[in-house]
Each structure stands twice: as C-alpha cells, then as structure tokens.
C-alpha cells in the first residue's frame, strides 16, 4: 500500500513538469486545524491567521496579536505539512498579516525505465515487474519541498443602513483586504542537484457582517455573514527558471463564496456557528461546516467537502487555544494539531 501511495505522490508532485494547470493544488490543502475541521468552509468567518489563507478580509475582525502553527502527516506519514501565522492589528482598524506554509515530501521513489528498453506494450501490460523493474527498487529518490508565503493587509468599516422611519439602523460591518503570495517549489534529487520554481500573485477579499436581531427584530438572534475572496487573481504564473525549456505552469484563478451563521445560545452558555463555502476553480465544489462552542472555553466541529469528512475540538486556557482535526482522504486519513496564541 506505502508502495502504491509514493508513486501517487510522485506522481502528484512532479505534474507540474508535464500538466502545469495543477501546478498550485498543493496549496488547496488549506490552512488551519480549526479551518479544515469545518471542511475548509470558512471564507465567511475567518476570524483567526488561517483567514489570511480563506479569506484576507477577515483578519480584521482580530483584535490581538495572534500566532498560530500547525503540523500534519499526510499520506500515512510520507509527508509532512507545516503551517505558521501571525496577525498583529494596528490604529484604525486595520490588520497586517503573515502566513507561511510549507509541503515537504522525502524520499519519492525514482524509476528510470531503462529496463524495458525493448519490451512492447503487451508484455508491459501484463507483468508489474516490467513497469517497476524485477525487483521493484526504485533507481534513486528525490525530495519535493513547496512553500508559501502570503501578506496580508485587511481593514474594518462600519456603516449604518437607514431602513427608514419604521426601523432601526441596521449595522453593517465591512472587511476589505488582500495579500500577496510568493510560491517557491523545489525539487532536489540525492546527487544535490535542484529545480526551483518561482511564483508571484495576489488574492482579493472581502467580508459583510450584520446583526440579524436588529434586522428581524428578534432579540435572539445571532449574526450572519457572507465573504468573498478571489484567489490568485488573473491567474499566477510558477516559472521554472533552471530548465532549459523555461517550462511554466499556471496557477488557475478561483472565486471562493461563503456564508456563516452565528447563533448565540443563551440558556446553555453556549453558540453555534453553520458555514458554507463554493469554490470554482476547477468545478463546482461545496464545503460545509458546524462549530459548536461551551463557555468559550471548548468547541466541538465537523465538516464536509467531496465525499471527505472531517471533524475537531479545541480547548481554550486563558489565551491559547490547542486545536485539533481529524480527515478523511482517499490517500489517507490524517491528524493535524495546532496552536494559536493571543496577546
């Protein structure tokens, strides 16, 4: 089976060499314990870093100096996916953001198919051995290290909606913001020598929150929220500048919709919060969420995206917050784990 997986992996991990309109799905593994245990539906709340990810606007809504990490084994433990943020609000409500991310994959078997010099497609076909030589040893291996870093800049409005005489203002809180992305991919084999590639884009954002007891008129009614972010606007270009060919892959524009609904529930000193997110990019695809929260000290969630299912908890002392998520996947179900930290 381990065999099986590192040959998708190097599959996967070497496409952009050949099929460069995949070339940024490392980055669709997202970011975030608390994000992916609600099945990457948080366009709509990002309220913590990982919003620098899902959605720039939202790291305006932060009113603390926020670091957060988070590491995940991937793939059975073939590969390892590394996480870091930080958001540190300035005057005038605005927010600048930090957010690293990087996949690293060792070890991806190499074959270089000079055995089968000579043999036709049907004796190929027909016995494993020929595809993966006799003794099915790979002839060397490579390492796959991508990284991403963003920048993020977002900030806060608010503007009173006069409904008329018959009404209250309605609050309407606005989030706008964006970041800059850099992309460095690199691909070394164990006689030291590397392929990198380069790539620069942006993602644009934006946020609307209001308060549903004021516009139905029902005290007891929470929020809700609906968020926006354009990734990789215009299309982001990995340029792969070591190789002959000057070969480049693109990075696909993704428009990325979502809406939450925050509902305080009083009598149990408790809220619930229901997401969900569309995504474009390649086709159509729904992400669903659910959090629930107990005196703001222990939350509970689960999501759903394609047939994958995921699940969480967080525990809360004083201000830092130890988050955990459980996915499913059809390479292998996974554990992250994270911290995020507020001063």
Known sequence: MKKIILILIAFLSTITLT????????????????????????AALADDGAAIYWNASGIAQIRDTEIAIMRAFLYEGLAYYDNFSLCQPLPNDV??????????????????????????????SSDLNWILNEAGIPDGKFTSTDDLYQFAFAKHLRYNLNLGWLFYDLPLDFHFGGNIKYIKRNISDEEGEEHLGIGNGFDLSFLVKTDMAILFDFDWLGNIALGMNFQDVGGTIVSWRDLESKHEDEILFNTKLGIALEQP?????????????VD???????????????????????????????????????????????????????????????F
């Open 95 to 124: 927010t600048l953001g930090v957010n690293w991310t990087r996949l690293t994959i060792d070890d991806i078997p190499i074959f270089k198919e000079s055995h089968i010099v000579g043999t036709n497609v049907d004796q190929r």
């Open 19 to 42: 099929a460069g309109r995949y070339a940024g799905d490392f980055m669709a593994i997202g970011a975030g314990v608390r994000a992916l245990g609600m099945g990457g539906a948080f």
């Open 265 to 277: 529930l009083y009598f149990i000193r408790s809220r619930i919060i229901m997401t969900m997110d």
């Open 280 to 342: 474009y990019v390649y086709e159509t695809q729904y992400h669903y969420g659910l959090e629930y929260f107990y005196k703001e000290l222990v939350s509970l969630r689960a999501g759903y995206c394609s047939e994958n299912y995921s699940a969480g908890a967080s525990l809360k002392l004083y201000d830092v917050s130890v988050d955990y998520a459980f996915l499913t996947n059809v390479l292998g179900n996974t554990n992250r784990i994270g911290l995020r930290i507020s």
